[in-house]
């Protein structure tokens, strides 16, 4: 029985690959989506870096609470459960998107630039802004879209 992320991360990218590539006659998702994905991204980062948990939270959707992720959890994740890991980027950013849905591969980098942190973060287009609505480990032996 698969847990109930997985199915979710499964469900989440058979649907984003089944959209990219054209199915059911819809265009190319607009590039100027890019800038604006990117520009939370950084925006998200900055958040984090400087354990701000009002400036990720006005990332955050409405939505990702119904799931029970916080600026709290997202930086338990990030800096471990023992508040350790020395974070500094979301690095090698990999951003698969449609016209409401962009899922960003990366890793949670340190100084050492090691990539031995994978995560995926979600994000949803609500009120023509980006906003980040789920978050979650990639497994060891998840492709990158890349």
């Known amino acids: 029985m698969m847990k ?39 925006y998200l980062q900055n958040g984090v870096l400087a354990r701000n948990r009002a400036a990720i939270d006005s990332v955050l959707s409405v939505k990702i609470l119904d799931i029970g992720q916080s600026s709290d959890s997202l930086l338990k994740f990030v800096y471990g459960a023992d508040n350790s890991f020395a974070f500094e980027v979301f690095g090698e950013p990999v951003i698969i998107y449609t016209e409401k849905v962009a899922m960003i591969e990366c890793y949670l980098m340190d100084s050492t630039r090691t990539q031995n942190r994978p995560m995926t973060l979600l994000f949803s287009y609500d009120n023509k802004i980006w906003l980040l609505s789920r978050f979650e480990k990639r497994g060891a032996g998840e492709s990158r879209a890349d």
């Open 4 to 42: 109930t992320s997985t199915k979710y991360r499964i469900l989440v990218t058979a649907v984003m690959f089944t959209c990219l590539l054209g199915c059911a006659d819809q265009s190319t998702p607009s590039r100027d989506h890019i800038p604006l994905i990117k520009e939370k991204l950084s």
